[in-house]
């Protein structure tokens, strides 16, 4: 079975990489960008879109939901439910009724902030937040939020402390997992981009297909491969944290040694 799915998953990609080097041009030109810039306009264009989108809709998402759901845990847990429907919502539209939606939204954005490619970041905030909120919650799901937001408060922290020095550094995992998952859904979006006429670098590689198709299969390699290499690091992460937290639960759990036996029957100082 393991050989099958490793056959029906890896022979395209070998087909991919010998039709993309057919033309000997194609990869040294990919890995030029004065060359790509000069010789494929558009694509070099998409591929800064899609970087910037990434990383403004990571900023984003993370500016919007981490406070959400810190605070949804603190102060209204009985909204958690209500928080986590709304985030799901997402997976239960299809992307193209989703742009149904947002098109008549999309002429008043492009009213005010004009019709950048970055606009796009509003959407994609939206699209995300399915994975980056399960993301999140889970990281605090493994965390004593209250007692430590009580704790930094008492001794005289305030909220932007408690969230900054004291959350934050216990979620860092959940928080760069959240924004791994944001960065390969958008480097792989064309539905949005293509009907709301923004460019991207889905849509790049779709008209680039039409005049020089070794390069575009090129470029959907490299975009594969950078999204394997984040699930990747993604899965890294969460094995290293699963581990770190044995490894504290172990030494939490084992009996205490004469020096520590002692030490508890002496009187504080």
């Given at each position: 079975m393991l050989l099958v799915l490793g056959v029906f998953f890896l022979l395209p990609l070998v087909a991919m990489?010998?039709?993309?080097?057919?033309?000997?041009?194609?990869?040294p030109a990919l890995f030029n960008w004065p060359e790509l810039s000069e010789r494929y306009p558009a694509l070099a264009e998409g591929i800064t879109s899609s970087l910037l989108q990434a990383a403004l809709t990571a900023l984003l998402m993370l500016v919007l939901l981490v406070p959400t759901a810190v605070w949804g845990r603190l102060r209204l847990p009985r909204l958690r439910r209500l928080v986590e429907f709304l985030c799901l919502l997402p997976l239960t539209i299809p992307a193209i009724v989703l742009v149904v939606g947002l098109a008549p939204v999309y002429a008043w954005v492009t009213y005010f902030f004009g019709g950048s490619s970055l606009t796009l970041v509003f959407a994609y905030t939206i699209l995300v937040l399915p994975y980056a909120y399960r993301a999140i919650d889970a990281g605090l799901s493994a965390i004593d939020v209250k007692t430590l937001a009580?704790?930094?408060?008492?001794?005289?922290?305030s909220w932007a402390t408690v969230m900054w020095r004291v959350v934050l550094p216990n979620i860092r995992s959940a928080v760069l997992s959240a924004a791994f998952l944001t960065v390969a859904l958008v480097l792989g979006e064309f539905t949005i981009a293509s009907l709301l006429n923004r460019t991207n670098l889905q849509v790049a590689?779709?008209?680039?297909?039409?005049?020089?198709?070794?390069?575009?299969?090129?470029?959907?390699?490299t975009a594969l491969l950078l999204a394997f290499v984040l699930l990747l690091l993604l899965s890294l992460l969460g094995e290293r944290r699963r581990s770190g937290s044995a490894v504290a639960a172990v030494a939490t759990a084992a009996p205490a040694g004469p020096a520590t036996a002692v030490a508890s029957k002496e009187p504080a100082a």
């Open positions: 990489v010998e039709f993309s080097t057919r033309d000997s041009s194609t990869w009580e704790a930094a408060r008492s001794l005289g922290a590689i779709n008209f680039l297909g039409k005049s020089s198709a070794t390069m575009s299969v090129a470029v959907s390699l």
